[in-house]
């Protein structure tokens, strides 16, 4: 398979943009996903995070905008605010050398007035988290009656979080008549329901789905009880002492009582849930990528699609009930053919 972007029928300022942006090959998911997104077709994908895959999407999405029509042409669905973020973020940098290309981010925690307001004006690429969303298109100041495509992005994590009523709501605002791209981390059986429900003659690809854990050190600790999990916790990180970790708990509630009881014991930590407000979330989240905090704590759902790079150790407080949520865990450090620790 050709893994050059000047293979595909891609518009020329996407591929000067690629150029200037030393995009030379094409990842894996790209190279399988992208030609059948441009073909217009609809896709189920599986790849794991930090693999390219909004490029994969995203490149399909601005190769077809019309920048003269001010109507929403494409929609991506996000799991949270910090993915939906980091997805208008890496869209706006693929989309730089088209000009007059707006891409507006509608999630909860920022001013909804703000949102509205920014609506008046027209967006051509609409990023989002189903909450905001649906309230957005309840109150009609939000329209996807033209989208041309939908995105699901982490469709699993917002299946986990219990969005499915809301995103099939959602999915009846607009036209019947779409291209519809899926992609996922991990593939549960509710997944190939989901494609079953709202795709067409889908292709299905499947990338770089297993981690590689040759690379990761992993370590069973075994204690007696859960009271005895903090402790246990000390003792791990006096040994192995990595300069930054996240620590992956079940619950809001363990995530707050782990980060308190490692502040009081002198290691500077914070937690990250979804019960935190969006400027409190990016202040920890710009602590720990800066690295003036060294311990991040955190519920699974808050950590997907934080985008982290070269992280020596994870530690897992509780177990998940899903090994592929172990794995993909497990995943967050190694990464890029480093050694991690788990």
């Known amino acids: ?115 509205e307001r920014s609506l008046d004006y027209g967006a051509h690429i609409i990023v989002g988290t189903p909450g905001r969303i649906l309230r957005l298109l309840k109150k009609k100041t939000l329209s996807l009656s033209n989208v041309e495509t939908l995105v699901l992005d982490e469709a699993d994590r917002m299946l986990d979080m219990g969005f499915y009523d809301d995103m099939m709501s959602i999915i009846s605002y607009l036209p019947e008549q779409r291209q519809s791209l899926l992609f996922s981390a991990t593939f549960p059986e509710e997944i190939q329901d989901l494609s079953d429900d709202i795709l067409t003659d889908a292709t299905s690809v499947k990338v770089d789905t297993e981690h590689n854990a040759s690379s990761i050190d992993q370590i069973f ?26 620590v992956f708990c079940k619950t809001k509630a363990i995530c707050n009582s782990v980060a308190d009881f490692l502040n009081d014991n002198n290691i500077y930590s914070a937690s990250i849930h979804g019960d935190l407000e969006q400027n409190e979330r990016t202040r920890v989240m710009t602590m720990f990528s800066n690295n003036s905090l060294s311990v991040l704590v955190a519920t699974d759902v808050a950590a997907r699609g934080l985008d982290i790079k070269e992280l020596p150790a994870v530690v897992n407080f509780d177990l998940p009930n899903d090994p592929e949520v172990y794995t993909h865990r497990v995943g967050r450090t190694g990464r890029a053919g480093k050694a991690g620790v788990a």
């Open 1 to 115: 398979m050709n893994d050059k972007f000047n293979k595909l029928p891609l518009r020329k300022e996407l591929l000067h943009n690629l150029k200037e942006l030393n995009f030379n090959s094409m990842t894996p998911i790209q190279a399988k996903s992208l030609p059948v997104v441009l073909a217009g077709k609809d896709i189920i994908a599986q790849a794991k995070t930090g693999r390219g895959k909004t490029a994969a999407f995203g490149l399909g999405l601005l190769n077809s905008l019309d920048v003269s029509n001010t109507d929403t042409q494409s929609f991506v669905m996000c799991p949270t605010r910090e993915l939906a973020e980091q997805v208008a973020k890496e869209l706006r940098r693929l989309a730089r050398m088209i000009s007059n290309v707006k891409i507006l981010t509608l999630c909860g925690g920022t001013s909804e007035y703000h949102q």
């Open 221 to 246: 600790y075994e204690v007696e009880k859960h009271q005895d999990k903090e402790e246990a916790l000390l003792k791990v990180l006096s040994n192995h002492n990595p300069e930054r970790l996240i």
